[in-house]
C-alpha cells in the first residue's frame, strides 16, 4: 500500500527561487528520507530525518516532520536549474532490524528555469 | 567510482522470453534491493537480502526471482516477461538507513 504522498505533482521555478515539496504518509515511521532523481536515472539519497527530530539541515535543503500531522515538507533554497529533478520522499517504518524499508511517495517533478 | 553498477542500462526482451538483469557493489554492503519503478511513478520494493537471507514483498509476482550468489552481486530474473513488466529496475544497497542507488536498467518488452 502507498505510504506517502506528495504535493504538488510538478513544480515549476525560476533559478534563485525557493522550492518547497510536501509528503505526507500514514504510519508509524522511524525516519524519513527524502531522494532525487534525475531523468532515468538512479535516486540518490538527499536527507534524512528520524522521529524524533523537527527539522534539519544540510546546505540548501531543509526539511521538516510533524509527526503529529504525519507530514514533512522538504525546502531548497536559492534554485539552481541543476536542481531539475524528481524529488521522492521515503518512510521507513521498519522495527526491529538494523536496516529499513523503504516506502516510497509518488514524487514531485521540480523545473527550475535559467 | 561507481559504487552500486547495474547491468545492461538498457534491455530489450521478447514478450515470454526470459531475462536476467544484474547488480554489483563495491560497498561491501550486507543489505540489497530490487526496486520496480514504473513511468512516472514510486519505486516499489519488490524484494530484498539481508547477506543471504531472501525477503520477498507479499505483491511480488512470481514470475520475478532473485540470486544473490556473493556479497557483491544480485540478480533479478523475470521468467516470463510481459508487457506489463517493461519499467525501470534499481537495485540498492544499505548496511544502515541510508540506501545507495545505481543507474538502473531499463526493460522493454516486445
Known amino acids: 500500500s502507498q505510504q506517502g504522498e506528495e504535493d504538488p505533482q510538478a513544480l515549476s521555478i525560476q533559478e534563485g527561487e525557493n522550492a518547497t515539496m510536501n509528503c505526507s504518509y500514514k504510519?508509524?515511521?522511524?525516519?524519513l528520507q527524502w531522494y532525487r532523481q534525475n531523468s532515468g536515472r538512479g535516486l540518490v539519497h538527499l536527507i534524512l530525518?528520524?522521529?524524533?527530530?523537527r527539522e534539519k539541515h544540510s546546505g540548501r535543503l531543509r526539511v521538516t516532520l510533524d509527526t503529529s500531522k504525519k507530514s514533512s515538507s522538504l525546502l531548497i533554497t536559492a534554485s539552481r536549474a541543476a536542481d531539475t529533478a524528481s524529488y521522492f520522499c521515503?518512510?521507513?517504518?521498519?522495527?526491529?532490524?538494523?536496516?529499513?524499508?523503504?516506502?516510497f511517495g509518488q514524487g514531485t517533478i521540480l523545473t527550475v528555469h535559467p | 567510482d561507481a559504487m552500486v553498477i547495474q547491468n545492461p542500462r538498457y534491455q530489450v526482451t521478447q514478450f515470454g522470453k526470459p531475462v536476467t538483469l544484474s547488480c554489483s557493489q563495491t560497498?561491501?554492503?550486507?543489505?540489497m534491493y530490487w526496486y520496480q519503478q514504473k513511468s512516472s511513478q514510486a519505486p516499489k520494493l519488490l524484494f530484498h537480502?539481508?547477506?543471504?537471507?531472501?525477503?520477498n514483498e507479499a505483491d511480488t509476482p512470481d514470475n520475478f526471482q532473485s540470486r544473490r550468489p556473493n556479497t557483491s552481486f544480485c540478480f533479478l530474473d523475470i521468467r516470463s516477461p510481459g508487457l506489463g513488466d517493461a519499467a525501470m529496475y534499481l537495485c540498492?544497497?544499505?548496511?544502515?538507513?541510508?540506501?545507495?542507488f545505481g543507474a538502473g536498467t531499463r526493460l522493454s518488452v516486445l
Open positions: 540498492a544497497t544499505s548496511r544502515g538507513d541510508k540506501q545507495y
Open positions: 504510519t508509524s515511521i522511524n525516519n
Open positions: 530525518i528520524r522521529s524524533n527530530e
Open positions: 521515503a518512510t521507513d517504518a521498519t522495527g526491529g532490524t538494523s536496516y529499513g524499508k523503504l516506502t
Open positions: 560497498l561491501n554492503h550486507n543489505v
Open positions: 537480502y539481508y547477506d543471504k537471507d531472501f525477503n
